[in-house]
């Protein structure tokens, strides 16, 4: 996330899904106009970076996996990227982000209920002490 | 009073060095402004009433020296002790032991041909790889400013605009009131500032400069704990209007969480799973390497600097431990037991 904080999986997903997400919102920009040259580049560079992120993490599954096959016979860990624990984090990721926009959802109501215009009490003609 | 120009730049900058004690190192880093493609057309270095030479040593090289009456007791406040001299429409901020790479700066006010941005920064690389601690924050660096740092940038919203080196538009830095020390991390905050103002904030990744990191564990114990309290005093200060910035917002949530069970499975977890349950759980620590590998070896490759990031690759996963630690202190002190930390340890 940032030099001197310690978190990888939530931040590292995160991230990894922002590069991916990028193309399509590129795509979007290009058919409206919006996009460029550099940009286009920038967004590929990134996504091809997050992809190769999750390739080299496959590749470590699996030369893990046949490394301890060979040395110990029966290998613990799975030879591919384990869906469990990447669908967990997925789920933590979400569960976080939701319960940061409801935060800001709650706020705003709160803070638009505050700034509403209180009802004034007008005195009607008949009650009035100077009639 | 302002300062009459020094250099007749063509760009209207003035660099403030804020110094206290940096006689060692304070003269490389002016030379290093001076020597820029694009250099300021003034360099004020604020000695905080130093102890050694820094005065003397920063007005030898070139530099215009002011001095506060008193100490200011942090960066910050030596810094916003500059700003009434500054005269140009930029002002930079950059540490005493931090040089810049020759075009550094040309490349930074790249940033500013955007009428609405207030402030850039750029990549951050170590200038001494040689301890573990040193090797394990040039893995940090390369990584967070290879992968991270372009994605926030992408998406309009780096996380801080660095405190080592950053520019800004001085009306902009003005109209907040110049670097806050009601936290420990200001970088942090004025970043934050400028995103609830509506203004935007770049990153440019080939802007590089070097500074000194902590050597040793004392030193970088004390950075930490600056960085990992200042980071929860900017989320005490500003969680309001952040929850506002959609993906400030994301990214804000994340690393708060992330740093908490990270540091929860590192610290606790990972140990007693391994020690309880089964040996194997201990590669634990070391499982997301390949993903922090990829990117810092792109950027260790275009720096020609590949042995360089593959010898220090090891020193990362000790650091990071040392970042839980410390992040879950500052976590505890700051918001569960209430006790806000406020004294500034240089820590480099």
């Known amino acids: ?131 | 009073m302002t300062l009459p120009r020094q250099h007749p730049s063509t760009f209207p900058l003035t660099a403030i060095v804020p110094a206290f004690n940096e006689a060692p190192s304070v003269a490389e880093t002016i030379r290093s402004v001076q020597e820029q493609t694009l250099p300021p057309c003034n360099i004020i270095v604020v000695d905080d009433c130093s102890t050694d030479e820094t005065a003397a040593v920063a007005e030898a090289a070139g530099a215009w020296v002011a001095r506060p009456p008193d100490n200011t007791g942090s960066k910050a406040g030596a810094q916003t002790f500059a700003l009434p001299f500054v005269a140009t429409e930029y002002v930079m901020a950059l540490d005493a032991d931090t040089t810049l790479a020759r075009d550094a700066i040309e490349r930074m006010s790249k940033a500013f041909e955007d009428p609405e941005v207030a402030a850039a920064s750029g990549s951050v690389i170590p200038r001494q790889v040689s301890t573990m601690w040193e090797r394990g924050r040039y893995v940090e660096y390369l990584f967070a400013f290879s992968f991270y740092k372009r994605i926030q940038d992408h998406y309009g919203k780096p996380l801080i605009s660095s405190g080592c080196f950053s520019l800004y538009r001085t009306d902009k830095l003005r109209e907040i009131g110049g670097w806050s020390n009601r936290t420990l991390a200001e970088d942090m905050d004025l970043t934050w500032t400028l995103y609830q103002r509506g203004h935007k904030v770049r990153f440019l990744p080939d802007a590089v400069c070097y500074p000194i990191e902590p050597h040793n564990l004392d030193l970088m114990r004390k950075q930490l704990r600056r960085w990992s309290h200042g980071f929860v005093q900017n989320l005490r200060l500003h969680w309001r209007d952040v929850l506002g910035l959609g993906y400030l917002r994301s990214m804000v949530s994340l690393a708060f969480w992330d740093s908490i069970l990270a540091s929860i499975g590192y610290l606790f977890a990972i140990p007693v799973l391994a020690l309880l349950v089964n040996g194997a759980f201990a590669f634990a620590y070391v499982l997301d390497a390949p993903v922090i590998l990829v990117p810092v070896l792109l950027s260790a490759h275009s720096r020609r600097e590949v042995g360089r990031a593959l010898a220090s690759f090891p020193a990362y996963f000790p650091l990071r431990v040392a970042n839980a630690l410390m992040v879950l202190k500052a976590v505890f002190v700051e918001l569960v037991l209430r006790r806000p930390l406020h004294v500034y340890e240089k820590g480099h």
């Open chain 1, 1 to 131: 996330m940032s030099a001197g904080l310690p978190g990888a999986g939530l931040a590292g997903l995160f991230f990894i899904l922002s590069a991916l997400l990028a193309v399509p919102i590129e795509a979007v920009r290009t058919v409206r106009g919006r996009s460029s040259r550099a940009s286009w580049l920038r967004v590929t560079r990134h996504a091809a970076l997050a992809l190769a992120m999750i390739a080299a993490l496959q590749l470590f599954f699996l030369a893990l996996g046949e490394a301890i096959e060979q040395f110990f016979g029966k290998s613990p860990l799975p030879k591919t990227l384990p869906v469990a624990p990447v669908l967990m984090t997925l789920g933590v990721l979400v569960v976080v982000l939701s319960a940061a926009k409801v935060l800001e959802l709650v706020l705003r109501w709160r803070s638009r209920v505050r700034d509403r215009p209180q009802p004034v009490l007008v005195p009607s003609r008949a009650s009035s002490p100077a009639d």
